[in-house]
Nanobody, 117 residues
Framework: VQLQASGGGLVQAGASLRLSCAAS????????MGWFRQATGKEREFVASIRWGAGTTYYADPVKGRFTISRNKAENTVYLQMNGLKPEDTAVYYCGIGRSPWDMDYWGKGTQVTVSS
């Protein structure tokens, strides 16, 4: 499976962005896709994930209520709608696919999200 993320950019605090991650190859119902992020000088951290089959979603506490993950099965694409962006959301965002909502086996190249204050 290859993953291609897009949608990052430079925005002001309070703005919205939508990230997309298109997957080539087959995605199984037992798979999960997710978004992680890595800020400069910090470790990669979990942001949100979704079980491909059931659509169950999971979120990190800092983004609950602001970010929404969704999927389009027909297009093999997962989205991350980010509202109310804060400067602390600045990071490179990576999409991944794996057997667990919190443990990705394959990663796409990241997309930079920068939020200015």
């Amino acid at each position: 499976v290859q993953l291609q993320a897009s949608g990052g950019g430079l925005v002001q605090a309070g703005a919205s962005l939508r990230l997309s991650c298109a997957a080539s190859g087959r995605i199984f119902s037992s798979d999960s896709m997710g978004w992680f992020r890595q800020a400069t000088g910090k470790e990669r951290e979990f942001v949100a994930s979704i079980r491909w089959g059931a659509g169950t979603t999971y979120y990190a506490d800092p983004v609950k209520g602001r970010f929404t993950i969704s999927r389009n099965k027909a297009e093999n694409t997962v989205y991350l709608q980010m509202n109310g962006l804060k400067p602390e959301d600045t990071a490179v965002y990576y999409c991944g696919i794996g057997r667990s909502p919190w443990d990705m086996d394959y990663w796409g190249k990241g997309t930079q999200v920068t939020v200015s204050s």
